[in-house]
C-alpha cells in the first residue's frame, strides 16, 4: 500500500512538491496544484525528501543507508550538490528569498549552528548558538530565521530570532518553568507559535497572549499572502483543522477532512488560496489533499496504488483503563472478526516523548492489520510519558520514574485479559526504538506475562546507549533518561539487559548496521546473551538501513518473518 504527502507550492503556485514511495523509497514528483498526473523528479536508491526553492528549483535532502547524515543538493536542469560534507549533518532547510537556511553540526561534530547561505553568491553567515539548534522558520521576506534551541530540562526549549544580514540574534521566549515552543507562524511583522508555558496543554501565543486555547494541544501555520491562521487540534490523537483570521483571531471555518484521522505536512500556497495536508487513517494510506479556500472545496489528489482494499481492514476502537497508581491511560484497540479470544498483540510507540495515533505509520499501521487480519487483536496504548495529554502526563516517566512506564504494560495486560475476546496468556509486546527498549523492559520486569516480544533498535541497555550513541544526541536524550554523570546506578537498574535473567519469552530483534541513534551493539548483544542462555532469538540486521526501515523489501521481510516467529512461538 503506498503512500504519498505535500512537501511545498512551487513559487508561482501552479505546482505541487510530493513525496512518495511508488517506487519502494520516497521520490519526490511534481504535480499540478489543482490536480493531474505525477511528474517523477529524483531515481534515487535511497530515500529523499524536499522543498521548491524560491527560484523555482527543487532542493533535495537525502542520506546514505540511513546514516542520518543529511546532505543538501539542487535539481534543476541536473543535479547539483549545495552543501554537502559526507561527516556531517546538514537538517532542517528552510528558504524565502534569495535566503537558504539549514542547522549543521559540522563544526566540532556535536553543536548544531544555523547558517544563512545566500543562494546566489554562496556566503554564508553562521550562528553559534550552542547546543542542538534547529531552523523553525524563515521570515517572507528573507531578513530574519527562528531558531529552536533545545533547553537543559527535560521538556524544555526556546526560540530566537536571528537577523541575516547584521548576526543579530533576539531571545523570543524568556520563561521560568520548564516550557516548549513550536511552529513560529509570521502574521506580518509579529509571529504566532504554538506553547505550553505557563500551561498543560499547547496553546496559540502572539506577543506573550495565548490567541487560540483548547484543552487539546494545539499547532499553527500560516500563508505567506498573511491571509489565514491555521490551527491543528489533536484531540485524542484525531485531527481538527480551523481556520482563523490572522489579524482578529476569529474563528472562520473548520477544514473538511476526508474522515476520522491524522492531518500531517500541511502546507500554503504563496497566494494563501490553497492549502494542501496528507491525510490517514488506520484503514487509509496517506494521500494528499487539497483545501481551496475561497470555493471552500476539498479535492482529492493523489490516489496511491493498494494491493489492499481499504474497506477490508480494520478500526481500532478508544478506550481507558486505569493503571496501577490509578492514573487513567488511553488504548486504541484492534480486534478481528469472531468470538475469540484472540491472541494479542501490545504494540508501544518510541519516543518516548511522542504519541500512538490513529493514522497509517509505515512501522506499525502495515504489521497491525496484517496481524488482525490473521486472528491477533492489537493494543496500541499511549502509556505515561507520551505527548499529547498535557505536560504533566509527558513527564510522568522522567528519569527515576522511567519504570512506572513500564508498570503501565502489566496493568494493560490485567485490563486486556479480563476481556472476554482477549486471551492474556498468548500476549505479545512489539515496538521500535524506544518502544524496543519497552518490549524488552516488559520481558525482564515481568516475565510472567508475555510470551513473545518483537522489538526493532531497541535499547538494551541505557548506560552503553548513552555512552555510545552519536555525541550530538546524547545531551538530548539525557534530559529524559537521566545523565551518566549523577543517574547511572538509576539507568543501570532501568537497563533490560540488567535483569536479562530473567527474560524466558522468545524473541525477535531488527536492527540497521547504520542507525547513529541506538547502535547495533545494542542488539547484537542481547541477541549473543540470550541465545547462550538458550532462550529463542532471531537476529535480523539491514546492512543498507539505519534507525528506520525504509526500503520495502526491507520492511517486508521485517514484518513477514517477525510474524512467523510470532506464528512458531505462539504455536498458531
Not at 476502537?317 to 486505569?322: I, P, Q
Not at 555512552?467 to 537521566?482: I, K, L, Q, W
Request: with cysteine.
Amino acid at each position: 500500500m503506498r503512500q504519498a504527502l505535500p512537501l511545498s507550492f512551487s513559487p508561482d503556485g501552479t505546482r505541487l512538491l510530493v513525496g512518495s514511495n511508488l517506487e519502494s523509497t520516497q521520490q519526490l514528483y511534481a504535480l499540478p496544484a489543482r490536480g493531474g498526473a505525477l511528474e517523477r523528479l529524483t531515481h534515487f536508491a535511497e530515500p529523499v525528501s524536499g522543498a521548491f526553492l524560491p527560484d523555482g528549483r527543487v532542493l533535495i535532502e537525502g542520506d546514505v543507508g540511513g546514516n542520518e547524515r543529511t546532505q543538501l543538493y539542487v535539481l534543476g536542469d541536473e543535479l547539483e550538490p549545495l552543501v554537502v560534507d559526507t561527516e556531517y549533518i546538514h537538517r532542517t532547510p528552510h528558504a524565502a528569498c534569495n535566503v537558504l537556511a539549514y542547522s549543521t553540526n559540522r563544526r566540532n561534530g556535536v553543536d548544531f549552528d544555523i547558517v544563512a547561505r545566500d543562494l546566489s553568491t554562496g556566503a554564508e553567515r553562521v550562528f553559534e548558538l550552542g547546543g542542538d539548534c534547529a531552523v523553525e522558520g524563515v521570515s517572507p521576506d528573507g531578513r530574519w530565521m527562528v531558531v529552536e534551541r533545545s533547553g537543559e530540562r527535560s521538556g524544555d526549549n526556546d526560540l530566537h530570532l536571528c537577523a541575516v544580514e547584521t548576526g543579530e540574534v533576539r531571545h523570543l521566549t524568556p520563561h521560568d518553568d520548564a516550557a516548549e515552543f513550536y511552529s513560529p507562524a509570521w502574521l506580518g511583522e509579529t509571529l504566532v507559535f504554538s506553547t505550553n508555558d505557563r500551561r498543560d496543554t499547547f496553546a496559540i501565543s502572539r506577543d506573550g497572549e495565548f490567541v487560540v486555547e483548547s484543552p487539546w494541544d494545539l499547532d499553527c501555520r500560516a500563508d505567506d499572502a498573511g491571509r489565514s491562521l491555521l490551527v491543528l487540534a489533536n484531540e485524542d490523537g484525531y485531527s481538527c483543522l480551523t481556520l482563523y483570521d490572522p489579524q482578529t483571531f476569529e474563528k472562520r471555518e473548520e477544514v473538511p477532512l476526508p474522515g476520522h484521522g491524522v492531518v500531517e505536512h500541511p502546507v500554503f500556497s504563496p497566494d494563501g488560496a490553497l492549502l494542501a495536508f496528507s491525510f490517514s487513517s488506520p484503514v487509509e494510506p496517506h494521500d494528499v489533499y487539497l483545501y481551496d479556500l475561497d470555493n471552500r472545496e476539498l479535492t482529492r489528489l493523489t490516489t496511491s496504488p493498494r494491493a489492499v482494499d481499504p474497506a477490508t481492514l480494520v478500526e481500532p476502537t478508544l478506550h481507558r483503563y486505569a493503571s496501577f497508581d490509578g492514573e487513567s491511560v488511553p488504548v486504541f484497540l484492534f480486534e478481528p472478526e469472531g468470538d475469540g479470544p484472540f491472541p494479542v498483540v501490545v504494540t508501544v510507540h518510541g519516543g518516548p516523548e511522542s504519541q500512538w495515533l490513529p493514522w497509517f505509520a509505515p512501522s506499525f499501521a502495515p504489521l497491525t492489520q496484517y496481524l488482525v487480519s490473521r486472528g491477533y487483536a492489537v493494543a496500541a496504548p499511549n502509556v505515561r510519558g507520551s505527548t499529547g495529554y498535557g505536560k504533566r502526563y509527558e513527564h510522568l516517566d522522567d528519569i527515576d520514574k522511567r519504570l512506572d512506564s513500564v508498570r503501565d504494560l502489566s496493568s494493560l495486560h490485567e485490563w486486556l485479559s479480563a476481556r472476554p475476546t482477549i486471551d492474556g496468556s498468548r500476549a505479545a509486546v512489539y515496538g521500535r526504538s524506544y518502544g524496543g527498549y519497552m518490549v524488552l523492559a516488559a520481558l525482564a520486569f515481568q516475565p510472567e506475562l508475555w510470551a513473545v516480544g518483537i522489538e526493532s533498535v531497541g535499547i538494551s541497555n541505557l548506560v552503553s546507549f548513552l555512552e555510545n550513541t552519536s555525541p550530538y544526541r546524547r545531551a538530548v536524550r539525557e534530559r529524559e533518561y537521566g545523565s551518566l554523570e549523577h543517574d547511572r546506578e538509576l539507568l543501570v537498574a532501568a537497563s533490560p539487559m540488567t535483569h536479562i535473567d530473567a527474560i524466558r519469552a522468545p524473541l525477535f530483534i531488527q536492527h540497521g548496521r547504520n542507525d547513529p541513534r541506538v547502535p547495533v551493539s545494542e542488539s547484537e548483544h542481547i541477541h549473543a546473551v540470550l541465545r547462550e542462555k538458550g532462550v529463542p532469538c532471531e537476529l535480523l540486521v539491514f546492512e543498507d538501513e539505519g534507525h528506520a526501515v525504509q526500503k520495502l523489501p526491507n520492511r517486508i521481510e521485517t514484518f513477514t518473518r517477525a510474524v512467523a516467529f510470532l506464528d512458531r512461538m505462539l504455536d498458531t
